[in-house]
């Protein structure tokens, strides 16, 4: 039986397209390893020239050498963004997602860098140099142990979002009682300055510069320094459980519909979406 002309051509596309699509988004195979860690060392040796740029010594002698590079990383990242486009099926869901606004954000800066001249506009200028700096961030999706992490702290937003309100609560009560007990005259003048003191009390930062100076007011203090070392323990505890049940090995296969990450090593269809991987 001769299949029909639209068997023969689909799958060919799909070949082509899945090549590509193991190569930028799995790390299983030798070209996808040594995309991944070319691409590493690219974002690093961008983000290093955007900090050799800052330095206004180097980027008088070498203003033009930077330049050269800074555009040879946008045009390396920009075919790499297309590239991610092109391989999977939904383009537009990528390109908004955490993993594509990042890469998105790699290159922009540079090209709209070009529609800002004058001297008027050089803060903005600055601010778009700056941005590059966010090319750190594409660092975590060629690492495998930030999938565990990212897992673990989406498992425990719940609890340490109960637990970020919990002290919002006793920084809001302590800061209005030191208010209350210490005055003006000892430079707790409104309730946010007393709130903002309580904050780097129960943080045990204790920049110095409030300080009670009655004795209600040091006593408080001290048990809102007590109290500090207990609270840093909590999340702690909280990510280091999640961490736990999220440390077994996962494959580094990503779903081409939704993009989800971290299936089991066997997994042969997606555990979120149901899509064939």
């Known amino acids: 039986m001769i299949p029909a002309p639209r068997e023969i051509s689909e799958p060919a596309e799909r070949n082509w397209r899945h090549r590509i699509y193991e190569v930028v988004f799995e790390a299983e195979t030798c070209a996808g ?16 020239t955007v ?21 040879f990383f946008t045009i390396v990242f920009t075919i790499e963004l297309v590239l991610r486009l092109v391989a999977v099926k939904r383009p537009l869901r990528y390109l908004f997602s955490f993993y594509g606004l990042v ?9 709209l860098s070009l529609f800002v001249v004058g001297t008027q506009y050089f803060l903005v200028v600055r601010i778009l140099r700056l941005l590059r700096i966010f090319r750190v961030l594409k660092l975590t999706s060629y690492i495998s142990e930030s999938r565990v992490i990212m897992s673990a702290l989406g498992r425990s937003r719940q609890k ?5 309100v919990a002290i919002l609560t006793i920084v809001t009560v302590v800061g209005a009682m030191m ?47 007590i109290l500090g070392y207990g609270i840093i323990a909590v999340p702690t505890g909280i990510v280091t459980a999640e961490l736990t049940r ?32």
């Open 179 to 225: 208010y209350v007990v210490e005055g003006e005259e000892n430079g707790f003048v409104d309730i946010p300055t007393s709130m903002y003191w309580a904050i780097v009390t129960l943080t045990t930062v204790g920049y110095g510069d409030l300080a009670p100076k009655t004795g209600l007011g040091k006593f408080l203090a001290s048990i809102v320094m």
């Open 33 to 48: 390893r040594f995309f991944d860690i070319s691409l590493t060392i690219l974002i690093l040796l961008s983000v290093f």
């Open 51 to 71: 900090f050799l740029e800052s330095v206004k010594g180097i980027r008088d002698v070498y203003g033009e050498e930077l330049f050269v590079a800074e555009w």
């Open 246 to 277: 999220a440390a077994k090995p996962a494959s580094t296969h990503v779903c081409r519909e939704c993009h989800a990450e971290g299936h089991d090593l066997d997994a042969t269809h997606c555990k979120y979406c149901g899509a064939k991987l």
């Open 160 to 164: 340490i979002t109960v637990f970020l």
């Open 103 to 111: 890469d998105l954000i790699a290159i922009l800066p540079t090209y």
